[in-house]
Each structure stands twice: as structure tokens, then as C-alpha cells.
């Protein structure tokens, strides 16, 4: 049985670890926590194929180092961040609801009434580590729509199982998913 999926991604290779997301079904499991390389290599990439934008959001937590590279590279003073709580400082704020697949229940996005603000009648790059299903995705749009922003893109460093047929959204590389022995399914 296979444990891992080796792929290059940004001209980085990474071994992906499998895991179970049912007993038919594994995921391969892409995390850039800690992974200075890649995440600067990904975020290059990303910013080549990206259409012009004011601000980049991301949702909580595994999108944040990609979206902050993307800002730093560019120069940018500003990021978005929809956070899963709420918190002490957040004034004003705008909350959806969203379901992933990595995680067991759902989830509500929210973001700050100040940087809801931010995004009325400006161009919104969404962007986010993988995509799957799309849940948090449409959340993020949602949140965007709410504020009254523009999007004009949908970035990820991965498309996993059916986001890889979405033309809408623009990314580095296919991340396919596994039976139960580790093998990619077609």
C-alpha cells in the first residue's frame, strides 16, 4: 500500500502523504506550513497567471502563508484574511458558512467590517492552498459578494478531484485522488 504521492510542484518535488478520507478514498495531503521554498516558488507562479487585482483573500488557516507571499512579492500593503471566529477586534463583521472536505463539520467564515470596506468596488483575487469541492471556495465568495467586491479570480496551488474541470479557476498543478491501496484514480 502506497503512503505517499510524489509530485513537482513551482519546479519543487514534495512527497504528499495519503490519507484516508474514507475506507474507498485517500487524499493526498499538501500542507506549506513550514515550507519556505515552496511556498515563495507557488506563489511566483501563481502571481504569473493572476489577472490584475487590488486586494488577495484567503480563508483560515492553510491559504495565509500563500496568500501573504503572494502580497510580499508584489509589494502589496494588504492581504485579506476570512478568520473562523470571530474575533475581539473585528467590528462590523460579515459571516458565512462553509463545509470542507478536510474538515468534519462545518465552519463559518468571517471577516472584518473594515476590510469588508476595503473590498467595496475593488478587484478581489480569491486564492487558497488546494481546492476540492469548492465549499470554501463559494464561501469566500460569498464573503467577497457580501462586501461588495469584484472577483475577478480564483487561485490555487492545487484543483483536486473535480475542480480540476472548473474553468473558472486557474492553478499550478492536478492533485488527483487515491483508492484505497494508494493508487491514483483516473
Known amino acids: ?22 475506507d474507498k478514498l485517500k487524499i493526498g495531503a499538501f500542507v506549506i506550513f513550514g515550507d519556505c521554498e ?3 516558488a507557488c506563489a ?4 504569473k497567471k493572476a489577472p490584475e487585482f487590488d486586494y488577495i483573500i484567503t480563508a483560515e488557516s492553510k491559504g495565509i502563508p500563500l496568500a ?8 502589496a500593503k494588504k492581504w485579506l484574511l476570512a478568520r473562523k471566529g ?5 467590528k462590523d463583521v460579515i459571516g458565512v458558512e462553509v463545509r470542507s472536505i478536510t474538515t468534519d463539520h462545518i465552519q463559518k467564515l468571517y471577516i472584518d467590517g473594515a476590510d469588508a470596506e476595503l473590498m467595496k468596488g475593488k478587484r ?36 483536486e478531484g473535480d475542480a480540476q474541470d472548473r474553468e473558472d479557476l486557474i492553478y499550478l498543478e ?12 483516473a
Open 174 to 185: 492536478k492533485l488527483p485522488l487515491f483508492d484505497a491501496e494508494g493508487n491514483p484514480i
Open 86 to 90: 470571530v474575533k475581539l477586534y473585528m
Open 1 to 22: 500500500m502506497k503512503t505517499f504521492y510524489r509530485m513537482t510542484i513551482a519546479g519543487c518535488e514534495r512527497d504528499l502523504p495519503l490519507c484516508d478520507l474514507n
Open 124 to 159: 478581489i483575487l480569491i486564492v487558497d492552498d488546494v481546492i476540492s469541492t469548492g465549499e470554501s471556495l463559494a464561501a469566500l465568495e460569498k464573503l467577497v459578494e457580501k462586501a461588495g467586491g469584484n472577483i475577478v479570480g480564483r487561485m490555487a496551488i492545487l484543483a
Open 38 to 40: 515552496l511556498t515563495e
Open 68 to 75: 501573504y507571499e503572494m502580497a510580499r512579492q508584489i509589494k
Open 44 to 47: 511566483a507562479a501563481l502571481l
